[in-house]
Nanobody
Framework: QVQLVESGGGLVQAGGSLRLSCAAS????????MGWFRQAPGKERGFVAA???????YYADSVKGRFTISSDNAKSTVYLQMNGLKPEDTAVYYC???????????????????WGQGTQVTVSS
C-alpha cells in the first residue's frame, strides 16, 4: 500500500500558476505509475495527466501546453506544474498511483488503486 498526500493548491487569478505536489510513502515510489485527476462540483473525476514508469507523459487535451507532470524519485514526490490557469481549471485535484503490474488505460480512474485526499485549486476570473 502507498499513501499519497497532495499539497500546493490555492486561489489564483486567471493566467496564474500553481505547482501541486504529491508525496508518496509506504512502498517504493518508483514502482508506481502516477496520475493527476480533478473533480469539479457536480462532475465526475476526470483525467489530467499521467507519468508512466517508462517516463512517458500524457495529458488531457484541455491542459496540453499548460500543465506538466514530473517526479523526483529521491523525494518520492510527483508534481503538477500548472501554468496559464483558467477558471475552468477550478477543481479538487487528486494524485493517484498504480503499481507496475496494473494494466488498462492510464486515463481511467478505475485503473488506479491508490488516491490522495485532494487539494483545492480555485482560479478566479
Amino acid at each position: 500500500q502507498v499513501q499519497l498526500v497532495e499539497s500546493g493548491g490555492g486561489l489564483v487569478q486567471a493566467g496564474g500558476s500553481l505547482r501541486l505536489s504529491c508525496a508518496a510513502s509506504g512502498r517504493a515510489f518508483n514502482t508506481y505509475a502516477m496520475g493527476w485527476f480533478r473533480q469539479a462540483p457536480g462532475k465526475e473525476r476526470g483525467f489530467v495527466a499521467a507519468l508512466l514508469l517508462s517516463g512517458g507523459t500524457y495529458y488531457a487535451d484541455s491542459v496540453k501546453g499548460r500543465f506538466t507532470i514530473s517526479s523526483d524519485n529521491a523525494k518520492s514526490t510527483v508534481y503538477l506544474q500548472m501554468n496559464g490557469l483558467k477558471p475552468e481549471d477550478t477543481a479538487v485535484y487528486y494524485c493517484a498511483a498504480r503499481p507496475a503490474s496494473a494494466g488498462g488505460r492510464y486515463d481511467r480512474t478505475y485503473n488506479y488503486a491508490h488516491w490522495g485526499q485532494g487539494t483545492q485549486v480555485t482560479v478566479s476570473s
